[in-house]
C-alpha cells in the first residue's frame, strides 16, 4: 500500500505534519536509504497522532472534572466556614448573655452583701452599745459593792480597832523638897491585841497669867514591850530630875501654874501587824483644892 492510498481512506482522519516536526525515529529510519525503514516510520507516526489526537480530547474533561471537584470543595469549606461562623456568633450570643447574666447576678450579689454587711454593722453597733451599757451597769454595780465592801472594812476596822488611852493623870508626889512624881495609865479599850513600842515623854510648865511664859522639860524616851488586851492597863511614871522648890509649889496650888504632860507612844495592831502612833497632851492644874485634867490633845495617826 502507498502513501496515497493511507491518506485516501475516509476512515482515517487526515493529518499533515510538517517535514521540520517529523519524528526522530523517522529521521532516523531515512537516513538508512531502505525501503523497509521508510515504511515502519509511517506505521507509528499514524499510532502516535491518534494517541496525540486522544490526549488532546481528554485534557478539558479532566480540567472540567477537576474544575467541578474544586468547586465543590470550596462550596463545602465555604458551608462549613459559614456553620462555623454561625456556631461562634451564637457561643459569642450565648457568652454575652451569660457574661451579663453573671454580671448581674453579681451586682445582685454584691447589693445583698452589701445590705447584709450594713445590717450586721447596725447589729454590731447595737450589741456594742448594749454591751457597753451592760458593761457600764455592771462596773457601776461592781463599784458600789467595792464602796460599800470598802465601808464595811471600815466600820469593822473602827469597831475592833485598839483605842489607846492615857487616863487617870494626877500629881503622885507634890511636895517642896522632893521630886515631882506623876503617874498615869495606859488602857486599850479596843478589841484587837496591841503591843507598845516606845513611849516619848516630856512635861511643859505654862504660866498661866502669861502664855508665852512656859518651860519645857528634855523628852525621855524608853521602851516599853508591852501586850495590851482588851481592856487592860499599864501604869507609868514621870519624874522631874531636881526636887521642887518653894515658889514653884506655890504658882502650883495657887493656879498661877499649870503642868502639861505631853507625850507619843508607838503601838502595833497584832492583827494587822500595822503601826501606829498615839499622841496626847494633858493639862493639869489645881482648881481650888481640887486636882483637874484638861485633854488638849489625843488623837491616834495610823502608818
Known amino acids: 500500500m502507498t502513501q496515497e492510498e493511507t491518506n485516501s481512506n475516509p476512515n482515517e482522519p487526515s493529518q499533515n505534519i510538517p517535514p521540520t516536526q517529523s519524528d526522530p525515529i523517522e529521521s532516523s529510519v531515512s537516513d538508512n536509504n531502505t525501503p523497509q525503514a521508510a515504511r515502519q516510520p509511517r506505521k507509528r507516526k499514524k499510532n502516535l497522532t491518534v494517541r496525540v489526537i486522544q ?7 479532566i480540567a472540567n472534572w477537576i474544575a467541578g471537584i474544586a468547586a465543590v470543595i470550596s462550596l463545602a469549606v465555604g458551608i462549613v466556614t459559614l456553620y462555623l461562623f454561625s456556631e461562634t456568633k451564637k457561643a459569642n450570643i450565648t457568652t454575652r448573655d451569660a457574661l ?34 451592760t458593761f457600764k451597769l455592771q462596773k457601776r454595780s461592781l463599784n458600789a459593792q467595792i464602796q460599800s465592801l470598802q465601808e464595811t472594812q471600815k466600820e469593822f476596822d473602827i469597831e475592833n480597832r485598839p483605842l489607846l488611852q492615857v487616863l487617870n493623870i494626877q500629881f503622885d508626889t507634890l511636895t517642896v523638897g522632893k521630886k ?67 515658889d514653884f509649889y506655890k504658882h502650883v496650888r495657887n493656879g498661877d501654874f499649870s503642868l502639861h504632860l505631853i507625850g507619843s507612844c508607838v503601838f502595833k495592831n497584832n492583827v494587822t501587824n500595822r503601826r501606829s502612833i498615839y499622841e496626847y497632851d494633858y493639862r493639869i492644874f489645881y482648881a481650888g483644892d481640887e486636882v483637874s485634867v484638861l485633854g488638849v490633845t489625843d488623837t491616834t495617826i495610823v502608818h
Not at 490526549?55 to 474533561?61: D, M, R, V
Not at 510648865?205 to 495590851?228: A, F, G, H, M, V
Request: no cysteine; net charge positive; glycine share 2%.
Open 180 to 246: 515631882l512624881y506623876l503617874k498615869y495609865l495606859y488602857v486599850n479599850s479596843g478589841k484587837q491585841p496591841i503591843k507598845l513600842l516606845t513611849e516619848t515623854v516630856k512635861l511643859k510648865i505654862q504660866n498661866n497669867k502669861k502664855e508665852s511664859d512656859y518651860t519645857l522639860t528634855n523628852p525621855l524616851i524608853s521602851p516599853i514591850n508591852i501586850y495590851l488586851i482588851g481592856n487592860a492597863i499599864y501604869q507609868k511614871k514621870w519624874f522631874s530630875g531636881i526636887p521642887i522648890k518653894e
Open 100 to 133: 451579663k447574666h453573671q454580671i448581674h447576678i453579681d451586682s445582685l450579689d454584691s447589693v445583698a452583701s452589701v445590705r447584709k454587711d450594713t445590717i450586721d454593722s447596725i447589729v454590731r453597733v447595737k450589741d456594742n452599745f448594749r454591751a457597753d451599757s
Open 55 to 61: 490526549e488532546k480530547t481528554n485534557q478539558p474533561k
